[in-house]
């Protein structure tokens, strides 16, 4: 297992230097991840510290918390290793690190109260587990709005054998950015709606994920005024890990002349689809190819919030093009107006092994405002499952807003008419009479939590506990 090294905003790793690395995974590097530097190594692992950092803001500077940079450094490690991280707790208050994505044993989950307890300021906590299965996921805080701060950085987990065939690889986060700035903004839910500001055309049509007005989208830590650079040459394949880690805002993702191949979502392989743009709920990954089939050039990689005003960006250059042919701040892709994957777009490459017949368990939920089923937590009934059984969640929103649902521990196959529809972690249910099911087999015990990943929705009480029953 390694961190990343600090190699700067324009570097990336090759994928011929990194097949060059030890099988262990003990020395990988990627450019554009965030953050840069490394934990700190301790003979046991690696040592994490939350606590307060500045983050530089296009030349100013912001105090705010960070795992020693913001995004965090990347952890990155191979399929089957056990990940060991120690957390010292540098901040005033309780913090956790949860492993988003991953489904290790319950007591490494990183939920307080639910799978351990919180650390104290000045405490210390080691989180291990082995790691099995592949794929781009995040670690973050899992305190109140601790992530909105800063508290989260990219953690790849590669497979032992890379079916795919890139050149270099960027891991792009993309966040709303409140802390620290004094901008006089309206930080409130507006009810349910986006300010009408916020909504082009017709709000009960829009599309909105949450009603908080955000001065800032970064990417990767960097404004769109000082943005990450990716660099290339022509005919290069790039891999791209788009994250979507903000608190409250859905993303449309499009890199402009070029268009995206989908070969994984939240980690998981799915059979290539070609697609114009992306859309990004809170919490979801994709990881997409990307073809250098231009001569040269600067090209805007743009990501624009679903529903509210706003403005984030990357760049993509091509070797040898100079740095002022950078193409306008807010230059729009037109591949951002595209039609963006849809989950019915995406086949799975490993979907589960369900049993035959029917589901065991089968859930009927209704999402309103940030309630479940007219319930908020901690006041909420919990999800009973045995060990073993296939479980079946449906899940309709009638509300305005569009719900990231996010469960711990597991992953889930989303339904679509294909019946090879993705497996996942995080699913985003459209608003206004929005649909979704998913299936999932409960193989691992414990408590764990099923939220929506807006985290104001989920501090205001849109989560359920599944729980297992004992024998």
């Not at 105090?63 to 995004?71: F, I, L, N, Q, R």
């Not at 509210?308 to 760049?315: I, Q, S």
């Not at 049993?355 to 009973?384: C, H, K, M, N, W």
């Not at 008419?417 to 995080?426: A, E, F, N, Q």
């Amino acid at each position: 297992m390694s961190a990343v090294p600090d190699l700067g905003a324009g570097l990336s790793v090759t994928r011929r230097g990194f097949l060059a690395l030890s099988a262990a995974g003990l020395a990988a590097a990627t450019g554009c991840a965030g953050g840069g530097g490394r934990p700190s190594a301790t003979p046991g692992g690696l040592s994490l510290q939350p606590g307060p950092v500045i983050l530089d803001v296009a030349g100013h500077e912001v105090p705010t918390w960070g795992y020693g940079t913001v995004p965090g450094p990347e952890i990155r490690l191979r399929a089957g290793d056990t990940l060991r991280v120690r957390l010292h707790n540098g901040l005033p208050e309780d913090t956790t690190v949860h492993w988003h994505g991953l489904a290790p044993p319950n007591g490494m989950d990183g939920v307080p109260d639910v799978t351990q307890r919180p650390v104290p300021p000045g405490g210390t906590f080691r989180y291990e587990f082995r790691t099995p299965v592949a794929g781009s996921f995040m670690y973050h805080s899992h305190v109140g709005m601790q992530l909105d701060r800063g508290l989260y950085g990219p953690l790849i987990v590669e497979p032992r054998d890379e079916p795919l065939a890139y050149d270099r690889e960027y891991t792009l986060m993309l966040d709303d950015w409140a802390d620290g700035l004094d901008d006089g903004g309206d930080h409130t839910d507006h009810g349910g709606l986006p300010p009408e500001a916020a909504v082009d055309g017709d709000p009960t049509t829009a599309v909105s994920f949450g009603g908080r007005t955000y001065p800032l989208l970064l990417v990767n830590g960097r404004p769109p005024e000082d943005p990450p650079v990716m660099e290339g040459r022509p005919g290069d394949r790039l891999r791209l890990r788009v994250m979507n880690i903000a608190a409250d805002t859905g993303f449309r993702f499009a890199v402009a002349g070029h268009r995206l191949t989908v070969t994984h979502t939240d980690g998981m392989p799915v059979e290539p689809v070609t697609v114009d743009a992306l859309r990004l709920g809170m919490g979801e990954r994709y990881d997409v190819l990307l073809h250098l089939d231009q001569r040269d050039g600067a090209w805007q990689v743009g990501v624009a919030p679903e529903g509210r005003p706003g403005w984030g960006r990357a760049v993509l250059r091509y070797a040898g093009s100079p740095a002022s042919s950078s193409p306008p701040v807010t230059a729009w892709p037109t591949e951002l107006d595209g039609r963006p994957a849809t989950y019915g777009d995406l086949l799975a490459v490993e979907p589960p092994e369900l049993p035959a017949g029917a589901p065991d368990r089968v859930f009927d939920l209704t999402l309103q405002r940030t309630e479940i089923s007219g319930q908020s937590y901690p006041d909420a009934d919990p999800l009973t499952v045995a060990e073993g059984e296939w479980v079946r969640v449906t899940m309709r929103n009638t509300s305005a807003k569009w719900h990231p649902m996010h469960l711990h521990g597991h992953h889930f196959q989303v339904l679509t008419p294909s019946g090879r529809g993705p497996v996942k972690d995080t699913v985003t249910v459209p608003a206004r009479g929005g649909a979704v099911t998913f299936d999932f087999l409960a193989t691992n015990p414990g408590d764990w939590l099923f939220h929506c990943h807006n985290h104001h929705h989920m501090t205001d009480g849109m989560v359920r506990l599944v729980r297992y029953t004992s024998p």
